[in-house]
């Protein structure tokens, strides 16, 4: 499985960006795709996913400003990005959950897109 990233660059605070990411490659049905972000010296922080199910959970920084979906037909999981804020600043990753039987999780990543937020 294999993941491209897209989207990202320059832009002013208040601005808007959309992330998109499309995987190839075979998944279980039963899987959650998400975008996380990180800094230079910080950890990988969750900022959005959604489940094969529709269901959705955002980091409480973005909450009301980001929105997460997904289109299966094509593969792809959007990250739309309103009021951007110089804190919202680093790269972003894609990634899919792949839960196969017996409980078995199947991690992937895409490469990062550096989202830079001037104030």
């Known amino acids: 499985v294999q993941l491209q990233a897209s989207g990202g660059g320059l832009v002013q605070a208040g601005g808007s960006l959309r992330l998109s990411c499309v995987f190839s490659?075979?998944?279980?049905?039963?899987?959650?795709m998400g975008w996380y972000r990180q800094d230079p010296g910080k950890q990988r922080e969750l900022v959005a996913a959604?489940?094969?199910?529709?269901?959705?959970n955002y980091a409480d920084s973005v909450k009301g400003r980001f929105t997460i979906s997904r289109d299966n037909a094509k593969n792809t999981v959007y990250l739309q990005m309103n009021s951007l804020k110089p804190e919202d600043t680093a790269v972003y990753y894609c990634n899919v959950i792949s839960l196969g039987p017996a409980g078995v999780k199947y991690l992937y990543w895409g490469q990062g897109t550096q989202v830079t937020v001037s104030s």
């Open positions: 959604v489940t094969s199910g529709g269901s959705t």
């Open positions: 490659g075979s998944i279980f049905s039963n899987n959650v």
